[in-house]
């Protein structure tokens, strides 16, 4: 992970993060002053930022806002006081209004971010200066700490390419924290096939078969706000275990980009966990990225005890095929 220390300062109202990257730091100034690029690691898992105005130049403005799973939008507004490129920019970071008001009921900051070469790459330090105890307190108590050390350890794979960063490594795991896991995969084809593969029982029942031997019989769909779907998997041709299903209700569809989903194994009292998915694409070629909240880290670690992890690298090579010959 590129970040390596996050602390706060409490008298000198500060919070500092450091974070290291195996590239120059020209192209990580490049992905800070990109609004496209800024966009695939500002906001953390879960609440990715959108940028809806950049302009920086000394006295420009950027606006963005951050969408959580269940569509609530978080805004907030940069005043850009100093560029420096590609050594420094400073800006004033406050909370906004959706009209893009800075709202005076929370803190505004001075962010400062300084970019260093080195020998493996580049350094990376950001220094957020607030203007008394109580509005770092503020900020601390409502997650930044984390947050932003979970956004800014999703800039190593913005600086390189989709099939660099994953291209022949299969399906990957990776523990966030107690309650949050995030796979991901690279898929030969374009967006719009992949997006629709995920929405269309014709081609969901091609692909999400999970291991051999094992068949989807039920796939009813409804991929709208509101709409509710249900999934049922039995195994054929002698193979173990016992029919199984999942069910759950959309709660955010924003085409081909982003949907995300309760999920609730049919017949249980098991809770739900929260499923997001993400698909970037480039080059001919899509990044499924799929975050999931589980209830707590006992059902984490059950659940990948299953082998998830292989179930769901045979569906996205079969998924890989079957957009071929779509």
């Known amino acids: 992970m590129p970040v390596t220390e996050v602390t706060t300062d409490p008298e000198a109202l500060t919070m500092t993060l450091r974070a290291e990257f195996d590239a120059p730091r020209e192209r990580v100034w490049e992905a800070f002053t990109d609004p496209r690029q ?5 906001g953390p898992p879960g609440y990715p930022a959108t940028f809806t105005a950049f302009d920086p130049v000394v006295g420009g403005h950027a606006r963005y806002h951050m969408t959580s799973p269940r569509g609530e939008k978080f805004h907030a507004t940069w005043e ?4 420096d490129g590609p050594r420094s920019l400073s800006v004033l970071d406050s909370f906004a209004d959706e009209n893009g008001a800075v709202r005076e009921d ?19 330090e950001s220094v957020t200066r607030f203007t008394s105890a109580e509005a770092l307190e503020q900020v601390v108590a409502m997650g930044m700490v984390e947050g932003s050390k979970m956004a800014l350890d999703q800039l190593d794979r913005v600086l390189l390419s989709l099939r660099d960063y994953a291209a022949g490594k299969g399906t990957q795991t990776e523990l966030l924290d107690d309650t949050h896991v995030r796979i991901t995969r ?7 096939l992949v997006w629709r593969a995920h929405q269309e029982p014709e081609l969901l029942t091609q692909w999400m078969l999970g291991p051999d031997g094992w068949r989807l019989e039920v796939c009813e769909v409804d991929p709208s706000v509101g709409g509710r779907y249900r999934y049922e998997w039995a ?6 275990g016992e029919r199984f299903g999942f069910d759950g209700e959309t709660l955010l569809s924003e085409a081909p980009r982003r949907a995300v989903t309760t999920e609730h194994m049919t017949g249980t009292d098991f ?3 929260l499923n997001d998915l993400n698909l970037e694409e480039e080059d001919g070629a899509t990044l499924i990225t799929l975050l999931i909240e589980y209830p707590d880290k006992e059902t984490r670690d059950m659940v990948l005890a299953t082998g998830m992890t292989d179930g769901m690298e045979a569906s996205y090579a079969r998924l890989e095929r079957t957009l071929v010959a779509a």
Do not use: K
């Not at 800024?38 to 500002?42: A, G, I, K, Y």
């Not at 850009?80 to 560029?83: K, P």
């Not at 690279?186 to 719009?192: E, K, R, S, T, V």
């Not at 195994?235 to 173990?240: I, N, R, S, T, Y």
């Open 271 to 273: 809770p739900s966990t």
């Open 186 to 192: 690279l898929i030969d084809g374009p967006i719009d």
């Open 235 to 240: 195994p054929v041709d002698g193979a173990e």
């Open 106 to 124: 929370m803190p505004t900051s001075r962010m400062t971010l300084t970019f260093e070469p080195t020998e493996t790459g580049s350094r990376l």
């Open 38 to 42: 800024l966009e695939r690691f500002w």
């Open 80 to 83: 850009f006081l100093e560029l």
